[in-house]
Nanobody, 116 residues
Framework: QVQLVESGGGLVQPGGSLRLSCRAS????????MTWNRQAPGKERELVAS????????NYADSVKGRFTISRDNVQNTVYLQMNGLKPDDTAVYYC?????????WGQGTQVTVSS
C-alpha cells in the first residue's frame, strides 16, 4: 500500500534552516510528481512546492520562493524540502502528498515551529 513518512521537523529560530524528508513506499515513486504542503493553526492546508516525476520541473508558492528548495532522489524514493531563512509565518505541520492513480495519499505530517 502507498505510504509516505515525513521527518526532519523541529523547533528553529527565525532565520534558521531545516531539511524535511518524505520517504515513499508502495508505489513506483519515480513515475509520480510529488508535493509538499503545510497547514498552520486555524488555516487551510496550502501547497508549498511541487516537483515533477524526474525532478526537472519545480514550482513554489510565492511565500516561500527563493527560500525553500524541493528535490527528490528516485533511487532512495525520497522527496526533500530544504527550508532556509525560516520565518514565524512558516510555522505549520508539513505534509508530503502523492496523487496516485488509486487516490491521493498524505503522510502523517511533521511539525515545524519557528520561534525565538
Amino acid at each position: 500500500q502507498v505510504q509516505l513518512v515525513e521527518s526532519g521537523g523541529g523547533l528553529v529560530q527565525p532565520g534558521g534552516s531545516l531539511r524535511l524528508s518524505c520517504r515513499a513506499s508502495g508505489f513506483t515513486f519515480g513515475n509520480y510528481p510529488m508535493t509538499w504542503n503545510r497547514q498552520a493553526p486555524g488555516k487551510e492546508r496550502e501547497l508549498v512546492a511541487s516537483i515533477s516525476s524526474r525532478g526537472g520541473t519545480t514550482n513554489y508558492a510565492d511565500s516561500v520562493k527563493g527560500r525553500f528548495t524541493i528535490s527528490r532522489d528516485n533511487v532512495q524514493n525520497t522527496v526533500y524540502l530544504q527550508m532556509n531563512g525560516l520565518k514565524p509565518d512558516d510555522t505549520a505541520v508539513y505534509y508530503c502528498k502523492v496523487e496516485h492513480w488509486s487516490g491521493d495519499y498524505w503522510g502523517q505530517g511533521t511539525q515545524v515551529t519557528v520561534s525565538s
